[in-house]
């Protein structure tokens, strides 16, 4: 059952997909865009790159305001800290996008030569930070969307990313598995690439696994939760301006009643995992098994088919002659992506937040730098 559900939600979204396409739309997508237009796109994408960067270079400074020198701690240290990680959070979320438009937008020999560094750098920052889907979901959407807008990727170049890319995730499982960050070392990621398994990293998730407690569970052991888990993602979107400290310990579950008010991946590692739970930790979570236990099998038809037919329009359009559909796009795509292995909150809230930066930097700048174009 757990494997027909999620072939299911792959069949609804080419449903989805096919629908929503039009031959119109299809040929008007193929027909080339003007010089200006594409530059003019591309420029919107590398200045909105440079707010975003900017950005996350902010968040990074008030993470080490809070926290020190960020080597002395391991990736599970934030998630089990009561000081307040909102910067080390919003750098997380901010980077991945500002590299992409950054890569995606650059058109001079300057422009690209900075980008590219900049890229370097951050991907082995967020790569070996043990946060692998911060670094290589970005990196799947920004490939995609360079061909979207009319680049290649030769083949022998694509099939070494992809090869690496199975190595790094077994690899750096392992690492971040050692400790802190300064005990990473040459001879450490040698080790861990030398032990990675290309199986364990096709495995990686464990979706089916989730999604088949879920089902285990709902709603013969827990009540469905009809849609109130959407609604609670879309109204924690909008990021907490004040500071505050993370509580730990999060609810009381003493309450059953409370057990419904956690968001789907806490619920399920509270259920499995509860030690994990205590420590702020998470096992994640499926979009399929999200659709389900809050509408039922209905629930994934109608989530899978509207996904996809989103998902076909978006495909039908050219994107060098909308900038800021680019950018939306950009901003967007990668964090959809997260929700294979989690809950619908770590789509949302990384884009609202983003979109809200973008707005601030684009009217400032406006204000401030009246001699740009855009």
């Known amino acids: 059952d757990v494997y027909k559900r999620q ?63 960020l080597l002395n701690y391991s990736r599970l240290d934030f998630f089990r800290s009561v000081d307040d990680t909102r910067g080390v959070w919003a750098f997380l979320m901010v980077l991945p996008s500002s590299i992409i438009l950054l890569v995606i937008g650059a058109q001079t020999r300057f422009q690209k030569y900075i980008s590219y560094a900049i890229f370097g750098v951050g991907f082995t920052v967020l790569l070996f930070s043990g946060y692998r889907s911060m670094a290589l979901f970005p990196l799947m959407a920004g490939a995609i969307i360079w061909v979207k807008t009319g680049r290649k990727i030769p083949f022998l170049v694509a099939s070494g990313i992809v090869v690496a890319g199975l190595v790094a995730v077994s690899a750096i499982g392992m ?9 990473i070392n040459l001879d450490a990621v040698k080790g861990s690439i030398k032990q990675a398994n290309v199986q364990d990293a096709i495995e990686l ?70 030690w994990k739970y205590k420590g702020g930790e998470g096992l994640g979570f499926s979009a399929v098994g999200e659709a389900y236990i809050n509408f039922g099998l209905v629930g994934v038809l109608v989530f899978f088919c509207g996904l996809g037919f989103f998902l076909g329009r978006l495909e039908s359009v050219n994107l060098l002659r909308n900038p ?18 989690n809950d619908f909150g770590v789509f949302l809230k ?21 001699s740009r174009r855009i």
């Open 205 to 274: 998730g464990g979706t089916a696994l989730l999604l088949a407690n879920t089902m285990r569970r709902v709603p013969k052991k827990d009540q469905d939760w009809c849609g109130i888990p959407y609604l609670r993602h879309f109204r924690i979107a909008i990021p907490r301006v004040m500071p505050g400290k993370r509580d730990a310990s999060q609810m009381n579950m003493s309450n059953p009643e409370n057990v419904r008010k956690l968001n789907p991946g806490r619920w399920i590692t509270y259920r499995l995992a509860p």
């Open 7 to 69: 072939v299911m939600a792959l069949g609804c979204l080419g449903i989805g997909f096919s629908a929503s396409l039009r031959r119109k739309d299809l040929v008007e997508n193929k027909s080339s865009s003007s010089e200006s237009s594409k530059n003019a796109s591309l420029s919107f994408a590398y200045w909105t790159g440079i707010g975003l960067f900017i950005a996350s270079m902010i968040f990074l400074a008030l993470a080490i305001a809070t926290f020190g020198n």
């Open 175 to 183: 690492l971040r598995a050692m400790g802190t960050y300064s005990e």
């Open 324 to 341: 800021k559909l680019l950018v939306f796009v950009t901003v967007a795509f990668w964090p959809l992506l997260k929700t294979v292995r």
């Open 350 to 370: 990384p884009l609202f937040f983003t979109l809200i930066i973008i707005m601030i930097w684009h009217v400032s700048t406006k204000l401030f730098v009246r």
